[in-house]
């Protein structure tokens, strides 16, 4: 396996790369002065620095700055992928500042301490823990300022700051005067930032928890929004890279005779991961690319098959491993009868619609980048070594990101654009075609999750045992260690987690190395361990002859928020109302990152195997709402990247080669395919959960159980293998 980067401290690193910066500052600290009656000062803790506002413009931290017209100016350390933190963010700031929405505006924010995510103590996106994180500061920092306009319109009109109140942009006297919130940056900015503030309760609310508009999507509909794909420098050459066709594999010589032939080729490079091509556009660099002549050293992975792996995984599991965690004591059960499944999942790609791309420059000046990265803060230590600057000297332009999942938290493409940048000597933009995307080795984790389960005489479960096999991801990531009990926390998220109450339980993981590198898919350890278990669990159901459904209830009695959605679902979805004939349902229920989801599914199997699903309820339950509209598109957007691992998805490897290259060979779900959603949000007053990726777990198991209800097929394997259904 790779590892791409290994982070030890702040300032130093075990291995290739460093992660400058990791440790989370302090929330801003503010001191103030005027300059012409408009400017604030502001220092970041951890920095010799002082950052200073623009004139005629209020800025009592790093995430808010008020100009004289009124507008507001958000600015978001996240990076914005599709899932809406470019209005949520704002949206957290707006409520707490009162601000009038139609005048709030955003803007992405530099690389700085200041923008870390708290849960990551980094500047970095990803895990569904963008609204988590910042819940609490972006309110904060909103209140902040509300309350130095209010004490600098009192102090206008020489009244107590009691009297005032707040409404859309404006201070309001008791008398009935009021002052624009523009009127007021002079004297706002020489107010004093509250130590503390007093946050609204949530029935004060009036934009959290209501649709709001994306303030991302104006410059997307008329093309202004910029990608990395979109970037364009002076002199700027374009990169494809002919990576090794086997993981870990090496250059021994090539001839660049051909490439170097083709109109508008420049240079051909070579790098530690591959030999590059550099031309005046993508395509004649692609077509350089295609007719270099490599002789590869493949190395210890040349034969390496998916069914050689899928047997490492199962004798793994078979053999057992490490106490991940234990109830009672399942080797003394005697049940009256058991029942025992072996379920396995395959490799992913993230399959981003842009593909990974990366515009460098190196000068003597520094490193200059434009991607679209889910990891500034990592990525400034890692490309300051690689260019050899200090990390100060490293500018990362984060663009908006054409999808993410968690595969642009990975650094591959920004060392290589940076390295071909250096050697060189002009700006370089790297662009990966669909098959180099495919094929990279950037994929979630394989895996076989052995189960069995016992039942008394009456029928109900007193013994429920999981052995987990896969890799550790947590090792890949190149940035945490596993722990000392030898578990790895990914590989087994809602499997030891899971909510059933059973006097007796034991969840294990053996460790298993194929030697492809892995990395965070949406949802991560959820994504095939919900299908595993909650398919295990509908197994169960069956066979105590039971209701799917009420078997689930039953278990879930002191999991009042799992049991919560699993009965929304359930009542929106009609459940044990008859169906039109041939269509079954199944359903599912999972909590990841902090958000509890159910869904029922509606499918049908025609005679030949062919799997329709028809309709999908989902209910869920994710804390406190920001936008109920970005909520319940989040839930369908996972709901479909679900359905095409579901269906389709696989990574396989024979002779030690990717299989699958384009969409012809990796499908995705097609529009005609999209069944009916219906998401249905629980109101709760608990802190907000993620909801990026909750909607994916629980659909494949869903959709298995469905499969089960309408052909007494129980599939466990993924993606689905709806040719078993025809001879069924």
Same mark, same amino acid.
């Given at each position: 396996?790779?590892?791409?980067?290994?982070?030890?401290?702040?300032?130093? !690193?075990?291995?290739?790369?460093?992660?400058?910066?990791?440790?989370?500052?302090?929330?801003?600290?503010?001191?103030?002065?005027?300059?012409?009656?408009?400017?604030?000062?502001?220092?970041?803790?951890?920095?010799?620095?002082?950052?200073?506002?623009?004139?005629?413009?209020?800025?009592?931290?790093?995430?808010?700055?008020?100009?004289?017209?009124?507008?507001?100016?958000?600015? !978001?350390?996240?990076?914005?992928?599709?899932?809406?933190?470019?209005?949520?963010?704002?949206?957290?700031?707006?409520?707490?500042?009162?601000?009038?929405?139609?005048?709030?505006?955003?803007?992405?924010?530099?690389?700085?301490?200041?923008?870390?995510?708290?849960?990551?103590?980094? +500047?970095?996106?990803?895990?569904?823990?963008?609204?988590?994180?910042?819940?609490?500061?972006?309110?904060?920092?909103?209140?902040?300022?509300?309350?130095?306009?209010?004490?600098?319109?009192?102090?206008?009109?020489?009244?107590?700051?009691?009297?005032?109140?707040?409404?859309?942009?404006?201070?309001?006297?008791?008398?009935?005067?009021?002052?624009?919130?523009?009127?007021?940056?002079?004297?706002?900015?020489?107010?004093?930032?509250?130590?503390?503030?007093?946050?609204?309760?949530?029935?004060?609310?009036?934009?959290?928890?209501?649709?709001?508009?994306?303030?991302?999507?104006?410059?997307?509909?008329?093309?202004? =929004?910029?990608?990395?794909?979109?970037?364009?420098?002076?002199?700027?050459?374009?990169?494809?890279?002919?990576?090794?066709?086997?993981?870990?594999?090496?250059?021994?010589?090539?001839?660049?005779?051909?490439?170097?032939?083709?109109?508008g080729v420049r240079q051909v490079l070579q790098i530690p991961n591959g030999v590059a091509v550099l031309a005046d556009g993508y395509w004649a660099a692609r077509k350089g690319r295609d007719l270099l002549d490599i002789k590869w050293d493949a190395g210890p992975l040349a034969s390496l098959s998916s069914s050689t792996i899928s047997k490492m995984f199962t004798d793994a599991a078979s053999k057992g491993g490490a106490l991940a965690r234990a109830n009672g004591d399942v080797s003394t059960v005697k049940a009256n009868h058991s029942i025992a499944a072996t379920y396995e999942a395959p490799y992913l790609s993230h399959s981003c619609m842009e593909p990974l791309n990366c515009t460098a420059s190196v000068t003597a000046d520094g490193v200059e980048?434009?991607?679209?990265?889910?990891? +500034?803060?990592? =990525?400034?230590?890692?490309?300051?070594?690689?260019?050899?600057?200090?990390?100060?000297?490293?500018?990362?332009?984060?663009? #908006?990101?054409?999808?993410?999942?968690?595969?642009?938290?990975?650094?591959?493409?920004?060392?290589?654009?940076?390295? @071909?940048?250096?050697?060189?000597?002009?700006?370089?933009? @790297? $662009?990966?075609?669909?098959?180099?995307?495919?094929?990279? #080795?950037?994929?979630?984790? =394989?895996?076989?999750?052995?189960?069995?389960?016992?039942?008394?005489?009456?029928?109900?479960?007193?013994?429920?045992?999981?052995?987990?096999?896969?890799?550790?991801?947590?090792?890949?990531?190149?940035?945490?260690?596993?722990?000392?009990?030898?578990?790895?926390?990914?590989?087994?998220?809602?499997?030891?987690? +899971?909510?059933?109450?059973?006097?007796?339980?034991?969840?294990?993981?053996?460790?298993?190395?194929?030697?492809? +590198?892995?990395?965070?898919?949406?949802?991560?350890?959820?994504?095939?361990?919900?299908?595993?278990?909650?398919?295990?669990?509908?197994?169960?159901?069956?066979?105590?002859?039971?209701?799917?459904?009420?078997?689930?209830?039953?278990?879930?009695?002191?999991?009042?928020?799992?049991?919560?959605?699993?009965?929304?679902?359930?009542?929106?979805?009609?459940?044990?109302?008859?169906?039109?004939?041939?269509?079954?349902?199944?359903?599912?229920?999972?909590?990841?990152?902090?958000?509890? $989801?159910?869904?029922?599914?509606?499918?049908?199997?025609?005679?030949?195997?062919?799997?329709?699903?028809?309709?999908?309820?989902?209910?869920?339950? !994710?804390?406190?709402?920001?936008?109920?509209?970005?909520?319940?598109?989040?839930?369908?957007?996972?709901?479909?990247?679900?359905?095409?691992?579901?269906? #389709?998805?696989?990574?396989?490897?024979?002779?030690?080669?990717?299989?699958?290259?384009?969409?012809?060979?990796?499908?995705?779900?097609?529009? *005609?395919?999209?069944?009916?959603?219906?998401?249905?949000?629980?109101?709760?007053?608990?802190?907000?959960?993620? $909801?990026?990726?909750?909607?994916?777990? =629980?659909?494949?198991?869903?959709?298995? *159980?469905?499969?089960?209800?309408?052909?007494?097929?129980?599939?466990?394997?993924?993606?689905?293998?709806?040719?078993?259904?025809?001879?069924?």
């Open positions: 396996m790779t590892t791409i980067f290994n982070w030890s401290s702040e300032t130093e !690193c075990t291995a290739e790369v460093a992660l400058g910066n990791p440790s989370r500052r302090d929330f801003l600290k503010v001191g103030g002065m005027a300059l012409g009656g408009l400017t604030l000062a502001f220092a970041l803790p951890g920095t010799n620095r002082l950052a200073q506002a623009a004139v005629g413009t209020f800025q009592p931290n790093a995430y808010l700055r008020i100009a004289t017209d009124g507008q507001v100016t958000v600015t !978001c350390g996240l990076s914005e992928m599709g899932q809406g933190v470019h209005t949520s963010i704002p949206m957290l700031i707006a409520e707490e500042l009162d601000a009038d929405w139609s005048s709030v505006r955003v803007e992405q924010a530099p690389v700085d301490k200041a923008f870390n995510n708290p849960y990551f103590k980094m +500047q970095a996106t990803g895990g569904s823990t963008s609204i988590r994180a910042h819940w609490q500061p972006m309110r904060e920092a909103g209140a902040a300022a509300r309350s130095m306009l209010v004490a600098a319109a009192a102090q206008t009109w020489k009244v107590p700051v009691s009297e005032c109140r707040t409404e859309s942009g404006q201070v309001i006297h008791g008398s009935g005067k009021s002052l624009a919130y523009g009127d007021l940056v002079t004297t706002a900015a020489k107010q004093d930032v509250p130590a503390k503030v007093v946050l609204k309760d949530p029935a004060q609310f009036r934009l959290l928890g209501r649709d709001q508009h994306r303030l991302d999507t104006p410059p997307k509909v008329d093309g202004s =929004a910029k990608y990395g794909l979109d970037v364009r420098l002076p002199g700027m050459l374009t990169a494809v890279l002919a990576r090794s066709p086997v993981p870990g594999g090496k250059v021994v010589s090539f001839d660049a005779s051909k490439a170097k032939a083709v109109p980048i434009w991607a679209g990265t889910q990891s +500034q803060g990592p =990525a400034q230590g890692i490309l300051s070594h690689v260019a050899g600057v200090a990390p100060g000297k490293v500018k990362i332009n984060t663009m #908006y990101l054409g999808g993410g999942y968690g595969r642009r938290f990975a650094p591959d493409f920004t060392i290589d654009a940076v390295l @071909l940048a250096k050697a060189a000597g002009k700006p370089v933009k @790297l $662009v990966y075609t669909r098959e180099d995307d495919t094929r990279a #080795y950037f994929y979630r984790p =394989a895996g076989v999750t052995q189960f069995s389960a016992g039942f008394d005489q009456a029928g109900e479960p007193i013994a429920f045992t999981a052995k987990v096999s896969s890799p550790s991801l947590m090792e890949a990531s190149g940035f945490m260690k596993l722990p000392a009990d030898g578990v790895d926390n990914f590989a087994v998220e809602g499997t030891r987690d +899971q909510p059933y109450e059973f006097p007796n339980l034991r969840i294990e993981y053996a460790r298993a190395e194929p030697g492809v +590198q892995i990395w965070f898919w949406r949802s991560v350890g959820h994504s095939q361990n919900a299908f595993f278990v909650e398919s295990f669990i509908d197994e169960m159901a069956a066979a105590a002859k039971a209701d799917p459904y009420q078997f689930r209830r039953k278990l879930l009695d002191k999991e009042p928020r799992h049991r919560a959605v699993l009965d929304l679902a359930a009542s929106a979805a009609d459940w044990g109302k008859p169906l039109p004939a041939g269509v079954h349902r199944g359903i599912a229920v999972a909590e990841s990152f902090g958000s509890f $989801v159910a869904e029922v599914v509606e499918a049908s199997v025609s005679a030949d195997g062919g799997v329709k699903v028809h309709r999908v309820v989902c209910a869920v339950d !994710c804390g406190h709402t920001v936008n109920p509209q970005i909520i319940r598109r989040q839930m369908e957007s996972a709901i479909i990247y679900g359905m095409t691992a579901a269906l #389709y998805g696989k990574i396989t490897f024979k002779d030690g080669r990717v299989e699958q290259g384009n969409f012809d060979s990796y499908p995705m779900v097609r529009i *005609n395919e999209v069944p009916r959603i219906e998401v249905h949000i629980m109101q709760s007053s608990e802190h907000p959960g993620g $909801v990026g990726e909750p909607g994916l777990p =629980a659909f494949a198991p869903a959709l298995g *159980n469905a499969i089960f209800a309408a052909t007494g097929k129980r599939l466990r394997q993924l993606p689905l293998n709806t040719s078993e259904l025809k001879r069924a």
